[in-house]
């Protein structure tokens, strides 16, 4: 029962804090019509219950699914074996990802169809399942975190020259997309079951650092896509973000018009997984009746939450989002719009339950050196400033995405080199589990309200990049940390971080 009470108390602080803003904007100085504010709120209550209950199912099913995986690939000695084990889990897990759906959407939206919905999926799907595999084969070849995630950001970059640059954006966004409420439980586990049994250090360190490569490869397979798909007519690209897709005009209707192809397009999704697991309970798991059971178990919880969690989302949530996003960025005072964008991300990341968990992981780690309070704040501020800057960049004409990412993340790769290895492994995974719900929900869909009212600008470069802005904080954030933690400690970092 307490168990069930956290999950419940997590999903209700992940949407609450939006929800409050809302309706101070609402009372205020951003009216927004009762149909649409209802439709927010119910949406609200669909995304906190279906929440809940995938978060029961990834307990129940997919963290249990990394752990025997994890012991799975450690019982393996053929490489090949380890490759294609890695690789259909990664691919399979990233395919149901709840988050990824709700982006994927959009970008389909926002081009009129011209980057299909699938496409993005599956394409973020096999370069999330590419890079898990690389990830699990890092430690067996001795390869050091600084040093992977080197190659990684160079081939990234290296492609972002050659990529047309509509698609950088969604690029750059594809991480946040990925590592959301199903894809992180799963990767973290899948780490800890394979590094566990490892003797001493390098256990702890290498438990640390797989979600961080797994974005990577999300980032590299758009941008390699997009290389693929230079030719597709982006012309009828729709700037003025709004949720005319549900052809009802009744409140329940716009809700139920959803409710068919969310659960078939769940289904789909999921099913290649379970399909998976069940080759793998007859070749491997080999579990008992009652354990096999609880496992089916978990699968229909994920199914029934993630049709609910995406029927909210879609239904009237975010579209009270691009209203907010929209209207702010109409004042003639930008700087409204520039502060609301800061409170916005400032409150969002407080709503992310794996924040305080990764705050205290630091804790534990410089044996309460750096507080895991001041991790919080530190990662608040920061993340409100991401938001800012995106508003600024949607504003202020010439200023593009890459002026922010490109001394981010080359500042993050030389700064991995001077901090302790343990600091690198969860600072890289930290700018995955940041951008979570609200940043793939709200935040973007405000982000694309207020693309779509700058005159010049344009939804697809312009509405996009804001997650990729969030992910990038909390990674400066923490290798920041870790630098001052070795600078001020007198043997460079307590005992069992020394590199």
């Known amino acids: 029962m307490n168990v069930l009470l956290k999950k419940f ?44 209950i995938f978060l029961i199912g990834v307990d129940i099913a997919i963290i249990p699914m990394g752990d025997m995986l994890g012991s799975t690939i450690l019982e393996t000695k053929s490489i090949w074996k380890i490759v294609l084990i890695c690789f259909l889990f990664g691919f399979s897990i990233s395919v149901v990802e709840p988050v990824l759906h709700i982006v994927a959407g959009q970008i389909d939206y926002v081009t009129a169809g011209a980057i299909a919905k699938s496409l993005v999926i599956v394409s973020v799907s096999i370069g999330v399942g590419a890079l898990m595999t690389l990830g699990v084969l890092r430690p067996l070849f001795n390869i050091p975190l600084p040093i992977f995630f080197t190659i990684a950001y160079s081939v990234i970059f290296v492609l972002a020259l050659i990529a047309p640059p509509e698609f950088i954006s969604i690029s750059f966004d594809a991480p946040g997309a990925t590592t959301g409420v199903l894809t992180v439980p799963f990767i973290s586990s899948l780490a800890i079951g394979l590094f566990s049994k490892r003797a001493g250090k390098a256990s702890e360190e290498d438990s640390f650092g797989l979600v961080g490569i797994t974005t990577s490869g999300a980032i590299m397979a758009l941008l390699v896509m997009s290389i693929f798909a230079r030719n597709v007519d982006l012309s009828h690209t729709i700037n003025q973000y709004t949720n005319t897709s549900i052809p009802s005009n009744s409140i329940a209707g716009s809700f139920l018009h959803l409710v068919p192809s969310v659960m078939l397009e769940t289904l789909s999704a999921l099913l290649p997984i379970v399909i998976i697991f069940l080759i793998f309970q007859v070749t491997s798991f080999k579990l008992s009746k009652n354990s096999f059971l609880n496992i089916i178990k978990g699968f229909v919880h994920t199914f ?12 009237g949530f975010m579209e009270v989002g691009v209203i907010i996003g929209g209207t702010l960025t ?8 520039i502060l609301f964008g800061f409170l916005l991300g400032a409150v969002a990341i407080l709503a992310e339950p794996s924040v305080y968990v990764i705050s205290k992981q630091i804790e534990d780690v410089t044996s309460g050196y750096i507080k ?10 920061g993340v409100g400033l991401a938001v800012a800057l995106s508003v600024i960049r949607t504003i202020v004409p010439g200023l593009k995405l890459w002026h922010y990412l490109l001394p981010g993340y080359g500042l993050a790769v030389v700064l991995s080199y001077f901090v302790p290895n343990l600091f690198v492994g969860i600072a890289f995974d930290s700018g995955g589990v940041a951008t979570g719900l609200m940043a793939a929900t709200f935040i973007l869909s405000f982000a694309q309200g207020a693309a779509g009212v700058i005159e010049g600008s344009n939804a697809l470069i312009d509405g996009f990049g804001t997650i990729s802005m969030i992910a990038l904080m909390p990674v400066l954030t923490l290798l920041i940390f870790g630098l001052i933690f070795k600078v001020k400690s007198s043997k460079g970092g307590t005992q069992k971080n020394e590199q």
């Open 372 to 381: 895991g309070s001041l991790i919080i704040s530190a990662f608040s501020i």
């Open 9 to 52: 108390r997590d999903a209700l602080f992940s949407v609450i804090p939006i929800t409050i803003i809302v309706l101070i904007l609402n009372f205020t100085i951003v009216p927004i019509d009762n149909t649409s504010l209802i439709k927010f709120l119910i949406g609200a209550v669909l995304i906190i219950f279906g929440l809940l």
């Open 330 to 337: 109409s004042l003639e005072n930008k700087i409204v719009v």
């Open 304 to 315: 029934i939450g993630a049709v609910l969690f995406l029927t909210g989302a879609n239904g």
